[in-house]
């Protein structure tokens, strides 16, 4: 007996739905029947997401992004305070054999890089801005370079200078096999605190291209919460990549700016927890509804994942019509 396409399509439409209740019983059982169990299930599936989330959850592929663990953040020009204290951990979570991938990211710096106070002189300040502010410029204050569109900048004290000592990370990290590392901040006219892109949003760092197919996650530790880290962990929610601030295994240039940064990464869907209670949390609801969260909230379903669901789905509706002839 040979079937017709519209028999082959309703086979093919009987296996989805099936899959689908397959998916969505096991998730019930594993979580429990609540209210947000059942309406996360239900977006993913209207979604078309929710076979790509179940596999997230059932294969996890943790990345460890390691931010700027440099001499000059430590103990030199730049140190964030407390910075030698989270070494320990760091190493530690490095060494734990938890991730898919390790990352780590270093600030990269030409010597005339527009981020140095050094260097205010060297490039025109915007005019509408400094008619509005015509006082002495000082160290660590936030002004506007003249562009279009203006460009604002913190003005740091010289800091990871290429090929010097303050660029290196610190002797105490050792990396682990197969570790990758980006250089950020490369560009002398614009600075780069995330690890995926610049200042701008644009220049891309090739830390997406390393992990963006990779991981499942990743979690996010080092220096500093409220610049580097923090903007490291938007980018990657920004990207459709669940990510996770560690607060113990990171440090804030300043009380007032990390607490702010850390809000807004809650706000745009990432987490903030520490080591203890991310590693035990993977195997709860509150890690699954972030990969669901952050699924639903960036909607970018690759579509080779598309494809390869529905070849699987039309192989099974072949062997079934051979079988049945």
């Known amino acids: 007996m040979i079937l017709k396409m ?33 309406s996360t299930l239900s977006m993913l599936s209207n979604k078309n997401l929710l076979d790509v989330w179940w596999n997230q959850v059932n294969n996890p592929k943790p990345g460890l992004l390691v931010i700027d663990l440099q001499n000059d953040f430590i103990n030199g020009s730049l140190a964030v305070p407390e910075a030698e204290d989270i070494l320990e951990l760091c190493q530690e979570i490095i060494d734990s054999k938890m991730f898919t991938k390790t990352i780590f ?59 010097t000592e303050g660029s290196e990370i610190h002797s105490s990290i050792n990396y682990p096999f197969l570790a990758f590392e980006i250089l950020k901040g490369t560009d002398s006219d614009i600075d780069s605190y995330s690890a995926f892109f610049d200042n701008g949003g644009n220049g891309d760092t090739g830390l997406q291209s390393i992990i963006k197919d990779f991981v499942t996650e990743v979690v996010v530790i080092g220096l500093a919460t409220d610049y580097c880290v923090g903007s490291t962990t938007l980018d990657a929610q920004k990207i459709g990549i669940p990510a996770t601030i560690l607060t113990d295994a990171s440090r804030g240039v300043a009380a007032e700016t990390t607490e ?6 809650k706000a745009a869907g990432g987490q903030v927890s520490t080591w203890p209670d991310w590693r035990d949390s993977l195997e709860t609801w509150s890690r699954a509804k972030h990969l669901a969260d952050t699924l639903l909230a960036t909607h970018q379903h690759n579509h080779s994942t598309h494809i390869y669901t529905s070849t699987i789905i039309l192989l099974v509706s072949y062997i079934i019509v051979a079988f049945i002839r």
Request: aromatic share 10%.
């Open 105 to 163: 990211s270093k600030d990269w710096h030409p010597s005339d890089h527009i981020s140095f106070f050094s260097n205010l002189g060297e490039r025109e300040l915007d005019p509408a801005w400094r008619e509005k502010h015509p006082g002495e410029i000082k160290m660590f204050d936030e002004v506007v370079f003249a562009r279009d569109p203006p460009y604002t900048q913190v003005l740091w004290p010289d800091h990871c200078l290429q090929d």
């Open 6 to 38: 519209e028999s082959l399509l309703l086979l093919c439409g009987l296996f989805s739905i099936t899959v689908c209740e397959d998916i969505m019983n096991e998730a019930i059982g594993r979580f429990g029947e609540t209210e947000e169990v059942s």
């Open 260 to 265: 702010s940064m850390l809000a807004r990464v």
